[in-house]
Structures are given as structure tokens and as C-alpha cells.
């Protein structure tokens, strides 16, 4: 085709009319296009969905490897793990919920889901118990280098068994390393927990030897009490209470009624109350004379444990037998007449014993008496009592030890039993409470009186806070993946601290604080320069 005849055949096929069919082909192929470009886009989609999935499964090995052996923290220059660190915060919780949930649940608050409850303004009790895992992981480590540089050794092999086996029963029916998950976190095992427990083990037998030789000495227990005595001191004395006869009604004997006209208690006037009073008054100071013979008795008791009214009276060093006192309760409209008779310190010595405790269960044949006689039966040893208490008492893992147990704090069997002057070490007792629960007592032999175990436990407690403040303090703490939310409250709390701080500062540096009228001192100054 020559190029004329191209050039009068082209606006010909331009200017071509569509017929429907060629619309018809025209939709077609525009579907056929779409539908590959969604095919792309669904290949692509695919791809990426295939990559997210196989991230997640990848991510699980990955955030085990970290939790295993990453630093979640660094503690002294030593790596903490998450799995070491989440033992220690189980470990911290765990030991706050023990000692007070029963304060939880006075005021209201849920023990089970407590970590997201506000310990403070600006904690919450998650936070409280990182900072308790911290404080607890720093003090291990401090103890485990201490150790190290004494050259202490001890084998765990003992102790790290008798817990795993203490878990392995814990577990029942669950797989060991679930029941650990549940306990101490999500990548809890027996492998991974094995040296943050013989770790413990270790640094807590070094703790005990460094408390063993921190003990306080004779000289200043004794030099303590002296200057403490009111603390430990108790007294003897009698009481006799004068209430204050109150009228229950008004004069006139009208009944009293609130403002939707019912019927209520009369509430006297101050005139009356002050009457009623002035008659209580005359009654007490005739009671004054007889008290010390005719008042209740009462007998060691404690300053924390008298009337607040009373206590500086009873408790003052100058107070001597026979003195008596009458003192008046405005709070709750009485009298109380008081006659002393003695102070002293107790001087009772305590008991070590081993006990076996346990609560009757349903269709269980068990009880303080069948567990006496299946010791009798047996080796009756104090190796064997131990390993009863193992079997029944839930603080069999202590070996049911107790140390410096007074005679007045049980029932008036035990006490009566422990206190009897013909009592031996050996000797076994068994006893059912009134509620039912059992008691089974191995005596072991006397220890020191309630006053001097307290001051040595006291003095003891101070020691140890000192000696483990002053080797951790120290010891660093990094945490550069800002794991630590606490670490962020109190940064935060600094900060703003610190800004309130310097604005208080630039607020003294300006002279409108420098006057003590500003606006006043302001304006008679310009008034002066411009006149």
C-alpha cells in the first residue's frame, strides 16, 4: 500500500461507527482486564498474608531465644532474663498477697486482679511489685558476690529437690512446666528456673550465716530494753468505768422527730451532757478510794494494750503501788477510775516445738489423735514427727517448727500443757479445738522470754536491713528497652518536680514577688518616675 493511499484510508477507520457487537467485545475484554488485575492483587495479598503468618510462627521461637537469653534487665552488670525476672516478680507478688489480703479485702479491693489497681497516686501494684523484683534480684546478686569473695559454698542439690518435688505435688494432675507457666510466668520451666532457684538457695544459706554472726549480744539486748522499757514493760492495775447518765428524752417528754416526722432518738443538749457529767464526776471520786479492791483486775497488760486515757499514767516511771487516778472520757461520756498496782517485765520463758495442723475434712478419718498414734507406731522420733508433718501439714516444708511460742497465745489446754514445769523435750501431745481443728505438739524445750525474743528480733531485723542496704546500693540497675514502667512514673514525677521547682524559683527572682503589694508598689512607682 502506498503512503497516499494509507493517508485516505486512515480518517476513515477513525471516524468508523461501533456497532453493538463491538461494544459488546469492548466490555468484555475491559472485564477480562480487571478481573487479571484482581487476580494480581489477591496473588499479592496472599503472599504478604503467607509472610505475616509465617512471621508470627517464626516470632515464637525468636521471643522464647530473648526471654531465655536476652537481657530483659541489667543487674550489676549481669544480664537478667525475662524468665528470672518474671520468677522474681511471681515471687514478690506472691509474698505481698500473703501477708496482706486480708487488709485487701477489708477495703474492698480484688486480690486476684490486683496487678492493674493503683497501689498509689502514680503506681500501680504492678509497678509496686517490678520495683519488689528489683529490689530483690539486686540483693541476690549483691549476696551472690559477697559470698563469692568470702569463698562460701554450699550444695543446693538438697533443697533445689525438695522444692521441684513441693511443685511437682502442687501440680497434681497438671504437666509440671504448665503448673511453673502459671506460677512464675509464660516461659517458666523447670530447665529455665533451675538457676534463678539454686541461686536463691545459695545466696539465702549465706544470708543465714551472715545473720547467725550478726545476732545481737546479751549486753545490747539489755541496753536496749533500758532505754525501750515502756515498750516491753507491762502492768497490773484496777479499773472501775462511770458512765455518765445521759437523758434519753426531752424535758418536756415530747418524743423527738426528724424532719419527715419520725420518731427518733433524743440527742441531749451540751448543757445536759454537762450535767449528767458533773454527776459521774462525784460518783467516780467516791469510787476513787475503793478501786484498787473493788475494781476489775488487769493483769500484764501491755501499753499498746491499755486505754489510751490511761496509758502515760500507768506507764510513768514514777508511778508507785497504790496510786490511783481519775480520768474523764468526753469522747464517750464516762469516768474511768484507775488504781495501779505494779509494773514489771515478763519474765516467762517461750517454748520451740514442732506441730502438726490440720482442719477436719469431709469423710476424713484423720484427726490430732490418729496422727499421734501413727507416730507412736512408728520410729517415734523427732525425724519421724518431721516427716509426718510433711505428710499432713500444709507447712510441712518449714518441718512445723516453731520457735519462741508463748504459753498465753493458744488454747488453755495447749498452754497449760506447754507451760507445765514437768514437761520434757520428747514429749507429745494431741488436741482437738472446739472448731475442730487438730494439733499435734512435739515439745523441743524452753527459749527466752517474749521481751528479750522481740529486742533480739528487732536488733537482728535493723542489722540485716543495714548490712543488705549497705552491699546493694551499689549495684546498678540499666534497663535501656524501658521495661520498667516505674522507672518511667518516677522519671516523670522528677521531671515535673523539678520543673515546679524552677518555676518557684523564677516566681522569687521576679519583682512583683518581692513586694508584698504588687499592683499597689507598681503603681505609685510609675507615678513617681513620670512625674
Not at 521471643?63 to 525475662?82: C, D, H, Q, S
Not at 418524743?255 to 441531749?268: H, R
Not at 507406731?377 to 518449714?398: H, M, Q, R, V
Not at 511460742?405 to 520428747?426: H, I, L, Y
Request: net charge negative; hydrophobic share 35%; glycine share 6%.
Amino acid at each position: 500500500m502506498s503512503k497516499n493511499k494509507a493517508q485516505q484510508e486512515a480518517p476513515q477507520k477513525e471516524s468508523r461507527v461501533m456497532t453493538k457487537y463491538d461494544r459488546k467485545m469492548q466490555a468484555y475484554q475491559e472485564q477480562e482486564r480487571k478481573e487479571r488485575a484482581q487476580k494480581q492483587r489477591a496473588n499479592v495479598i496472599g503472599v504478604v498474608v503467607v509472610l505475616a503468618v509465617a512471621a508470627l510462627v517464626l516470632s515464637f521461637p525468636i521471643r522464647n531465644y530473648l526471654a531465655v537469653n536476652g537481657a530483659y534487665i541489667t543487674v550489676g552488670g549481669e544480664k537478667v532474663n525475662k524468665v528470672e525476672f518474671d520468677y522474681n516478680y511471681a515471687m514478690a507478688r506472691t509474698n505481698f498477697l500473703a501477708q496482706n489480703s486480708y487488709y485487701l479485702s477489708m477495703m474492698g479491693m480484688d486480690a486476684s486482679n490486683i496487678d492493674n489497681q493503683m497501689y498509689s497516686t502514680d503506681l500501680t501494684f504492678r509497678d509496686y511489685f517490678e520495683q519488689l523484683a528489683v529490689a530483690n534480684i539486686k540483693n541476690t546478686k549483691a549476696l551472690k558476690a559477697e559470698a563469692q569473695a568470702a569463698g562460701f559454698s554450699y550444695d543446693t542439690d538438697q533443697e533445689y529437690r525438695e522444692m521441684m518435688e513441693e511443685l511437682k505435688e502442687g501440680a497434681g494432675g497438671t504437666s509440671l512446666n504448665k503448673y511453673l507457666k502459671s506460677l512464675f510466668g509464660g516461659y517458666a520451666t523447670e530447665a529455665r528456673l533451675e538457676k534463678p532457684i539454686r541461686e536463691g538457695i545459695l545466696t539465702n544459706a549465706y544470708y543465714e550465716q551472715v545473720a547467725d554472726a550478726s545476732a545481737p549480744s546479751e549486753t545490747e539486748i539489755n541496753s536496749y530494753y533500758e532505754e525501750h522499757k515502756e515498750n516491753y514493760d507491762v502492768v497490773d492495775y484496777h479499773m472501775t468505768i462511770v458512765e455518765a447518765e445521759l437523758p434519753t428524752q426531752a424535758p418536756d417528754g415530747s418524743p423527738t422527730l426528724d424532719e419527715e416526722g419520725n420518731e427518733v432518738a433524743y440527742q441531749p443538749t451540751e448543757e445536759e451532757i454537762a450535767a449528767a457529767m458533773d454527776e459521774a464526776k462525784k460518783t467516780a471520786d467516791t469510787k476513787e478510794a475503793t478501786v484498787l479492791a473493788e475494781g476489775e483486775s488487769h493483769e500484764a497488760q501491755s501499753r499498746s494494750a491499755t486505754n489510751y486515757l490511761l496509758s502515760d499514767w500507768l506507764f510513768d516511771q514514777a508511778r508507785a503501788k497504790g496510786d490511783t487516778i481519775v480520768v474523764a472520757d468526753t469522747t464517750n461520756h464516762r469516768y474511768l477510775v484507775a488504781g495501779f498496782d505494779q509494773r514489771y517485765r515478763v519474765e516467762t520463758p517461750t517454748v520451740n516445738l514442732r506441730a502438726i495442723m490440720t482442719q477436719p475434712g469431709e469423710g476424713s478419718s484423720v484427726n490430732a489423735q490418729s496422727i499421734l498414734e501413727e507416730w507412736k507406731n512408728g520410729p517415734a522420733t523427732e525425724e519421724s514427727f518431721i516427716e509426718l508433718c510433711k505428710k499432713y501439714d500444709e507447712n510441712g516444708a518449714k518441718e512445723g517448727l516453731y520457735e519462741g511460742v508463748a504459753t498465753n497465745s493458744m488454747s488453755d489446754e495447749m498452754n497449760a500443757w506447754m507451760a507445765d514445769p514437768a514437761r520434757q523435750a520428747g514429749d507429745t501431745g494431741a488436741f482437738t479445738e472446739p472448731e475442730g481443728a487438730n494439733y499435734v505438739l512435739y515439745y523441743m524445750g524452753l527459749n527466752d522470754p517474749v521481751w528479750k525474743m522481740s529486742i533480739r528480733d528487732l536488733l537482728l531485723s535493723q542489722a540485716m536491713t543495714e548490712y543488705l542496704e549497705g552491699i546493694s546500693q551499689s549495684v546498678t540497675l540499666e534497663d535501656p528497652k524501658g521495661n520498667l514502667n516505674y522507672l518511667k512514673v518516677e522519671a516523670a514525677a522528677s521531671e515535673a518536680a523539678a520543673g515546679e521547682s524552677e518555676s518557684g524559683e523564677n516566681q522569687e527572682d521576679t519583682p512583683e514577688s518581692q513586694s508584698d503589694s504588687s499592683g499597689e508598689e507598681s503603681t505609685e512607682e510609675t507615678s513617681e518616675d513620670v512625674g
